[in-house]
């Protein structure tokens, strides 16, 4: 079973919106065995569109597109869809309703324009979308199937998980594939591969896996395939399980666990609380804990100390210790933790001083020199870190860093 990905938009091809859509959809299709041939974008253009669609109709069974359904003259996916079906449109009722509830939700009357939108192809199956004013639609036209769905990344995952994929389950007998992510920090992927080569080289020949690094972390996924999805189940987990005999000091986590979250859970759980004290991550630590749901229960504040001032001023830090040992010390990061973990009167606290980039370093100081330190009322606990010289990742870092110290702290890991 082969699919193809078209996505629409000039947007995409000067570069002005990253496609997130194909990446996603890849995902999401790999995971219910299903094969993507190839993703392309196109522009708004009609006559790249049809012979997009015509080319991808030659390599898969189902063609997914997103893009060019909105209001405006340069969303022409509609219209370039009756075409290549030889077809007309018609007024879709539901569809109206739904874009009528939402512009009566804002305050607002439904356009002529708008009221467009609910204008399908004849021939469609309408897909309708509860999330926005476009409704996706569905075609079977010489034994291909066809879905077209909004380029908002919301709406088309929508679409995606609550009609698309469990109609194509309906539609194709496919292979069970399951998968198993586990989340690692603290290690980079060669050196995982080092310690884990042993126990890959013995997996059975109908299970794989892949590493896939990102910023402070490397994620292990495991994917097993065969007849029985009950027994794969039992395998990969069994797997798993030798994998954390293996490597369980980095696992922090699995499938779509978030450090933040983890956290979050064990400082609700515990009912204590926690305050950042932030140099090189000018809060960035703060906005990851706080983009938790609930988390005013144990988040109290913050000070961004970027400059030695505020350090001296708002977090005690002794101006000697500065011009002694450097803002970016073991020494200055542990009083910022001490002093702001008091002055907001929290169980735990986070700290972090560096040189983020791409300038400041020196020979003894580089750049991507990061120390952090996590304390409470009994030890603070503290981190040399040499993360390289791209500022944005030395910050993204830093902050996975910092929470999983902390997540070891609450799990009374160290």
């Not at 049809?50 to 080319?55: G, H, N, Q, T, W």
Request: glycine fraction near 8%.
């Amino acid at each position: 079973m082969l699919t193809e990905i078209i996505t629409i938009g000039d947007e995409l091809l000067i570069g002005q919106v990253v496609d997130t859509n194909s990446a996603w959809m890849a995902q999401r299709l790999n995971e219910i065995g299903i094969k993507v041939k190839q993703i392309s974008s196109v522009s708004d253009d009609e006559n790249h569109i049809l012979k997009a669609l015509l080319e991808a109709s030659l390599r898969a069974d189902i063609i997914l597109i997103t893009g060019g359904l909105g209001p405006t003259k340069d969303d022409i996916t509609k219209k370039t869809l009756c075409k290549y079906f030889n077809t007309g449109l018609k007024f879709d009722d539901e569809s109206f309703k739904i874009i009528e509830s939402i512009f009566l939700s804002r305050g607002r009357q439904v356009t002529p324009i708008n009221r467009l939108q609910a204008e399908v192809p004849e021939n469609c199956t309408v897909l309708h979308n509860y999330q926005g004013t476009a409704p996706g639609m569905w075609f079977e036209h010489n034994e291909k199937i066809y879905v077209s769905m909004p380029g908002v990344p919301s709406e088309m995952k929508g679409l995606m998980e609550k009609i698309v994929i469990p109609k194509i389950k309906e539609r194709f007998p496919l292979v069970p594939i399951i998968h198993k992510t586990i989340l690692t920090q603290g290690i980079g992927e060669s050196y995982l591969s080092d310690l884990i080569s042993s126990w890959e080289d013995h997996l059975p020949s109908h299970i794989k896996l892949a590493y896939l690094p990102a910023a402070g972390m490397v994620r292990l996924r495991i994917t097993a395939k065969g007849e029985n999805e009950e027994a794969l189940i039992k395998e990969v987990n069994a797997e798993a399980l030798k994998l954390k005999a293996l490597i369980g000091e980095y696992i922090y986590g699995y499938e779509n666990d978030k450090l933040e979250g983890l956290i979050g859970r064990l400082l609700r759980d515990q009912k204590k609380t926690i305050s950042t004290a932030e140099s090189c991550t000018g809060g960035f630590i703060a906005h990851k804990i706080t983009s938790i749901p609930g988390s005013s229960e144990y988040y109290i504040g913050s000070i961004v100390a970027y400059a030695n001032e505020i350090k001296v001023n708002d977090l005690n830090v002794d101006l000697n210790s500065i011009d002694k040992y450097g803002a970016v010390s073991e020494e200055v990061v542990k009083t910022m933790a001490t002093n702001v973990r008091k002055k907001f009167k929290t169980d735990y606290s986070i700290a972090c001083s560096g040189i983020a980039g791409p300038d400041g370093g020196t020979a003894d100081k580089p750049v991507g020199t990061i120390w952090i330190a996590v304390s409470n009322v009994e030890k603070t606990i503290t981190r040399k870190l040499q993360l390289g010289t791209n500022r944005e990742r030395v910050i993204l870092e830093t902050a996975q860093h910092a929470l999983n110290v902390l997540r070891k702290m609450l799990i009374r890991e160290i």
